[in-house]
């Protein structure tokens, strides 16, 4: 149960408070224990600005955001890591439906089917379905030949 308390209005405020009282204030919003002042700061400053805000914030995202603070260049990377890697010029083929279409690989994130550019292959791809679909799976690149090394 949540106890009613003064929250501090900024994450200086907060950083800058003694142990006892960041570990009341850790009490009073999470229920299991961590070890280390820095390892608080984050996730209390969250919860703080969600209560301040009257809103909720489950506590897996405030893990999930915790280590993606950790090191953000790696979590970019890692949310837009492409698995296949094609190079420019590259003509991919698929025949659906009876009918043959062929996409061009312009750059990393342009492809030109029937003169157009896209952003990416499931834009293509559900330009020729005229439905949801993955566009690397609809040209048959989600296969471990096609990984990125």
């Avoid at 209005?9 to 850790?26: C, G, I, T, V």
């Avoid at 984050?42 to 301040?52: D, G, K, S, T, V």
């Avoid at 990416?120 to 471990?144: C, D, M, Q, W, Y």
């Amino acid at each position: 149960m949540r106890r009613k308390c003064y929250l501090p209005k900024s994450f200086e405020e907060l950083r800058d408070m003694p142990n006892k009282k960041l570990q009341f204030y850790w009490e009073s919003f999470y229920t299991y224990p961590v070890k280390g002042r820095k390892a608080k700061l984050r996730p209390l400053w969250y919860a703080i600005q969600c209560e301040l805000g009257r809103c909720r914030l489950p506590e897996k995202y405030i893990t999930r955001l915790d280590r993606y603070a950790s090191d953000p260049e790696k979590y970019i990377e890692h949310a837009h890591k492409k698995r296949y890697a094609l190079a420019i010029g590259t003509i991919l083929t698929k025949i659906y439906k009876g009918r043959t279409y062929q996409v061009t690989v312009k750059s990393e994130n342009k492809y030109e089917y029937e003169g157009e550019i896209y952003p990416n292959l499931t834009a293509v791809a559900e330009r020729i379905v005229r439905a949801h679909v993955s566009g690397p799976k609809f040209f048959g690149l989600t296969g471990k030949k096609y990984a990125k090394d």
